[in-house]
């Protein structure tokens, strides 16, 4: 089994700050990326920012300059701290893992954690 779990979404005025986390555990062989996805309502998903095993970061032209995403496939674990939110931030956010694991190689994929962007 493996498992891919997120948490720190929540409310939020516009401009200000949160910090979303999230691990991965089970039968994990390695992982090769870890980053964030959103989607807002009627839209589709879209990546937010990701980092590779070899410690590469790539951003969405969105979020650049206000999101950083960092983290530790090794460890299994990545954050991306959110500042300046706007409104148009808002959506569920999805942590994703690209996992060599006992049954394969494929994407994992968290449950999501809202964030609202509202004063």
């Known amino acids: 089994q493996v498992q891919v779990v997120e948490s720190g979404g929540g409310l939020v005025q516009p401009g200000g700050s949160l910090r979303l986390s999230c691990a991965a555990s089970?039968?994990?062989?390695?992982?090769?990326?870890m980053g964030w996805y959103r989607q807002a309502p009627g839209k589709q998903r879209e990546p937010v920012a990701g980092?590779?095993?070899?410690?590469?970061?790539n951003y969405a032209d969105s979020v650049k300059g206000r999101f950083t995403i960092s983290g530790d496939t090794a460890k299994k674990v990545v954050y991306l701290q959110m500042n300046s939110l706007k409104p148009e931030d808002a959506a569920v956010y999805y942590c994703n893992a690209y996992i060599v694991s006992f049954y394969g190689t494929r994407d994992y994929w968290g449950q999501g954690t809202q964030v609202t962007v509202s004063s």
């Open positions: 980092i590779t095993s070899g410690g590469s970061a």
């Open positions: 089970g039968s994990i062989v390695s992982i090769n990326t």
